[in-house]
């Protein structure tokens, strides 16, 4: 099982890169969790991550990529400059919400 | 943790003209780029409706000789039977989310899908590329497609 080391504690991650509890998600966290994947947050990441999270706290699922262009207003082309090769799993993982069940 | 697993890249032949059989091409690119995959995307024969201007808004499937649409080949052919069977169809892609045609293409571009017609087929169609959607990379021949492809994991749609 891999895990995210930061500031002294240790989180499960699951063989995605997942959070196993996604209740020790916090901004660091997905800071940390950004850093995996090479990637720094910028204010634009954080509408994404915002927006993905509302739409799981309202209905207890990940958005499709589709989702986040066609309700949260983020264009295709930048979802894929923001969260470069694979931004399917990669925008949920650092949300810290589940994977994205639909195909698109 | 990386989703890619080295340079892994899919091509994706599509050769049918019908709404039914222009969903799996697009769908599997998508999902390729979403999982950081290379895709590219070649028309031919039929499959050209889907990149023709006037032809990708326009697709349409058929319950005849489609045994899976579960209607009498006799009861297919009555005129509007292919109206009305294309026209669920669209209603029920949409209400699972999914984009019609026209929208799916430019989804995949934006994605980084590369988009390529068939010569031959762009040909005898009597097209030019002033027909085609202006996301093509470029028409090219069988053999462009080969060194294109090089080292994909190819698919037949």
Redesign the interface.
Known sequence: MATLEMAGTSLELDDDGFLVNRDEWSREVAEELAKADDISLTDRHWEVIEFVRGWYAEKDESPTLRRITKVGGIPTKELYQLFPEGPGKKVARIAGTPKPEGCV | ????TGNRKIAIICSKGTLDMAYPGL?LA??A?????DAMLFFTFWGLDMITKKKLSKMKVTPVGNPAMGMPNIVGVIPGMTMMATSMMKKKIEAI???PIDE?IE?VH???VKLYGCRMSVDMMGLTEDDLIPQLEGVITAMDFMDLSEGAQTIFV
């Open positions: 943790m990386s989703e890619t769908v998508n999902a780029r979403q999982a950081g995959i989310d999914i984009p799916f989804m934006d994605a980084g």
